[in-house]
């Protein structure tokens, strides 16, 4: 299972090709725009997502609603393309006009100044219009796809917010189902109303002060089999292709599994989780300390994944930085961006994990037919049950 996405932020559209999703797996596009739309409702966005309504066309390799095992091509539309024909079309222009908004000043902490010594753009659009986080509109479009294979195989799966600027959510002993419910019903994504008070008082407090705040993200993920990974090679290993997704997202910056980084404060028996079986459930532990994963496989037990989201770079309160053609210092400013964007990022991270989990299952069971896939399932969880 792979997955390729293309399209710039005021382009025309996004495009996104999944390939190795197995034949006969139902599937309908409401399920996608569900995704999509939760994507862009979170607190703290700027003025683009008011222009946007993004729902996917499907464009190759669902038929009838169901997968036909070639590759799935989703198109989501921009609605902003009618505002940026003249500075965004695809027809080469003469040099006079090409001076109209070119970008030469540099945002710190955005793609804008590497991303131009890299490709020797001295417009910067050409770099921007790419590493916006637009594209993850895309990439929620195949974790969409990844969640609607996982969801069959009775796999479940949710992003929340766990932290903003500081302000934590308290701990709660919630099923995959309740987490899902308590966080669509907050702007913030947050699972503790008080604190998703607080989160949003944050938020107002940044856009007021022309600043931008950053978080962190929770994913939870419930009925994984255990063994699904490897620990043979670098590449195979299932918590490492997890983090490597999470670091991806735009703006994010660190990933922890279950108590991550405070293992380093802790010793061996605070941090290893005791095996157990029973009749009913086969092996398990007796505490998910370390966010199911051990050796680079699933324990079976939920896999806990945290990823650290940095404020958001373009601010409204001016950061020095230098003009590529004049070389003069200047302060940045810019016309509009999101002030927090941790609780869309909740979402996109929910699909970016989706995606390597339910490749890390093909991987392991690699099946052209879907029901094939499922029956190949139900036997090894029965099997690894009475191991
Ligand atoms: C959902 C989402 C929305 C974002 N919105 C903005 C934004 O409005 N303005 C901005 O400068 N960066 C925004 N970012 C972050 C930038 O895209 C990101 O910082 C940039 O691509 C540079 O990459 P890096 O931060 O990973 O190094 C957003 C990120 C996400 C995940
Ligand atoms: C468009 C999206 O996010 C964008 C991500 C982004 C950035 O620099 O990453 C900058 C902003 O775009 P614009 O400059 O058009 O206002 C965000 O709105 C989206 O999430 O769909």
Known sequence: MRYLTAGESHGKQLTTIVEGIPARMPITKEEINESLI?????YGRGKRMQIEKDLVDIVGGVRH????GSPISMVIRNDDFKHWIDIMGEDPIDEDQKIRRVVTRPRPGHADLNGSLKYGHRDMRNILERSSARE???RVAAGAVAKTILKQLDIQIVGYV???AGIEAEEKDLTVEEKMEISEASPVRSLDEEAGKKMM????QAKKEGDSIGGVCEVCIE???AGIGSYVHYDRKLDGRVAGAVNS???FKGVEFGVGFDAARKNGSEVHDEIAWSEEKGYYRKTNRLGGFEGGM??????????????IPTLYKPLQSVDIESKEAFNASIERSDSCAVPAAAVVMEHVVAFEIAKGLLEQFPHDQFPKLKEAIDQYREEIRCF
């Open 38 to 42: 939760r994507r862009q409702k979170g």
């Open 65 to 68: 609603g169901y997968t036909l």
């Open 136 to 138: 993850t509109a895309a």
């Open 162 to 164: 766990k932290q903003i």
């Open 201 to 204: 008082e944050a938020i107002d």
């Open 223 to 225: 009925g994984m089999p």
């Open 249 to 251: 997202i735009n703006a």
């Open 298 to 311: 699933t324990t079976g037990m939920p896999i806990i994944v945290k990823g650290v989201m940095k404020p």
